[in-house]
């Protein structure tokens, strides 16, 4: 359907461990970063048929007031979502 109006945005979850892998988290970390790089590809292939792929990239745990809280996140996702076309990004980072 997207790509028949020529519209459409994928927005997907990341993670700080793509980053900053951790022994204990390897499983996580690699999973993690395998989902930027296919955001990241999706992001190459279909900006220039006018569908949106970014990642909120967040680096931390998800608590209400801090820099994660839910409301600034979703935040985010919403400033992804109304980027007009050409003037696409394909993650915003989340950090301390």
Request: charged share 20%.
């Amino acid at each position: 359907a997207m790509m028949a109006r020529g519209s459409g945005t994928l927005l997907f979850t990341g993670g700080g461990y793509a980053f900053e892998p951790t022994p204990m988290l390897a499983s996580v970390g690699a999973g993690k970063a395998a989902l930027r790089n296919l955001t990241f590809s999706l992001f190459a292939d279909l900006k220039e048929r006018g569908i949106h792929a970014a990642t909120v990239t967040i680096g931390g745990a998800v608590k209400a007031g801090t820099e994660f809280d839910p409301d600034a996140i979703a935040e985010c996702y919403w400033q992804l979502h109304m980027q007009p076309k050409g003037c696409f990004e394909r993650e915003i980072v989340v950090k301390e």
